[in-house]
């Protein structure tokens, strides 16, 4: 099964508290920080947001992510939530009127915004001077030659409340020279190297999303969207995990797909799907997982045997029933507790009862889906006679699960 990878640093105050973290891209090597690649910050703040988690990756603290100047003058970056992150701009972007318009709107809308690991000089001084208003933090890198009179610059950013903090720190005597100098905070190898997090990779694929980003915007009814969301649980998934990372505060408990989408609307959605598509955290081919095939199984044989032994059932009940068949699995997703996911997501008492204690009549059935995975067919037969369903209707709702399964699995056959 591929994994997806972060590099997670922290960043440390002179009283050795931690303060935030860097959150670095990784690759399937686990190693290579991508630097130099466009997509990278939106693909670390997409997985942070709907793979890792916010609450798993960061605590109650931020990431400090970089940004290049092209994911700095994409629309797109409003859509990211200004509590999570720290927008650190590389050296590499220009200091020209566009950039530093969108910097001070930044800024009026409470986004953190830091200078990335440079090489503090007089020359850099006058580059940053006229965006100090908008900074909070300066990253100096103290890998790199130190420049004279250093202490007066720091002296001069704190003047703007701009605080210093002292990167590549790989040696006490840099960590006593930067403290010396008047640096606020501390990062590097010193105090500890990046920790690798690792995460079930898990694509949708790139037509599947735009599909949805359509179909949104276009205004189209919202029942025909969340038959589209329900299609596709890989992106499903996502949302789940990306609702769940704290950006939005829902008084009612969630209770099913449809619900989400109501709640969360048809602009910021759309916005987030975006921002997968520039992450590049989507698959060009069609290919699915084996892992969330069984989703789509189980989300199928969810919804059938619930219509079948309750033909009247509500909207509102079939979108509970799906909600069991997607999230069934989410602890192998996510790799934790099957507990300790359901209580921090915000849904029904009636889905979590019926993943973690099978009650209910949700939960009955969702013992019988592992039942029929299982082969158990005794299982079948007594559910069939305890609902007064005719003898074989659970082997034909199986076939019709197993067509479903098929077509998403194989979608051109």
Not at 45 to 52: A, Q, S
Not at 389 to 412: M, R, W, Y
Request: charged share 25%; proline share 3%.
């Amino acid at each position: 099964m591929q994994n997806v990878y972060l590099g997670r640093q922290p960043i440390i105050d002179a009283d050795s508290k931690l303060r935030a973290y860097e959150i670095l891209y990784r690759d399937s090597s686990r190693k290579s920080n991508i630097d130099g690649d466009r997509q990278a910050s939106a693909c670390v703040i997409t997985n942070v947001l709907n793979r890792f988690g916010t609450k798993a990756t960061l605590g109650d603290k931020r990431a400090f992510v970089k940004i290049d100047e092209k994911f700095l003058l994409n629309d797109l970056i409003f859509s990211v939530p200004s509590q999570f992150f720290v927008f650190a701009l590389l050296e590499s972007v220009d200091m020209t009127e566009r950039v530093i318009e969108r910097l001070h709107q930044l800024y009026e809308k409470n986004y953190v915004l830091v200078i990335n690991d440079i090489e503090l000089n007089d020359e850099k001084m006058d580059k940053y001077r006229e965006i100090f208003p908008y900074l909070s933090f300066v990253k100096i890198d103290f890998g790199k030659n130190l420049s004279y009179g250093l202490e007066y610059m720091i002296l001069e950013l704190k003047s703007h409340n701009v605080r210093a903090i002292a990167t590549k720190i790989e040696s006490p005597k840099a960590y006593n020279q930067a403290r010396k100098l008047g640096c606020d905070w501390f990062q590097g190898y010193f105090f500890a190297e990046p920790k690798i997090l690792e995460n079930v990779k898990y694509e949708p694929t790139q037509m599947n999303v735009l599909n949805l980003y359509n179909l949104l915007i276009d205004d189209t009814n919202l029942d025909d969207i969340t038959k589209e969301f329900e299609n596709n649980p890989e992106i499903t998934v996502q949302l789940l995990q990306f609702i769940n990372s704290g950006a939005f505060h829902f008084q009612n408990k969630i209770s099913s797909i449809h619900h989400v989408l109501t709640l969360v609307g048809r602009k910021p959605l759309a916005q987030w799907l975006m921002l997968m598509i520039y992450s590049k955290s989507v698959a060009k081919s069609k290919e699915h997982t084996p892992l969330m095939i069984m989703i789509k199984n189980r989300t199928e044989l969810m919804e059938s045997i619930l219509k079948a032994i309750n033909p009247e059932a509500r909207s509102n009940l079939i979108g509970e029933a799906y909600l069991v068949g997607v999230l069934s699995l989410i602890d192998v997703v996510f790799g934790k507790r099957m507990e300790d996911i359901l209580e921090n997501i915000h849904i029904s008492e009636t889905v979590k009862n019926a993943i973690l204690n099978e009650g209910d009549t949700l939960g009955e059935i969702y013992k019988l889906v592992k039942n029929i995975e299982a082969f158990d067919t005794e299982a079948e037969a007594e559910f069939e006679i305890r609902y007064g369903l005719e003898q074989g209707t659970i082997k034909e709702l199986i076939v019709k699960s197993i067509e479903e399964t098929n077509k998403f699995e194989n979608p051109a056959a």
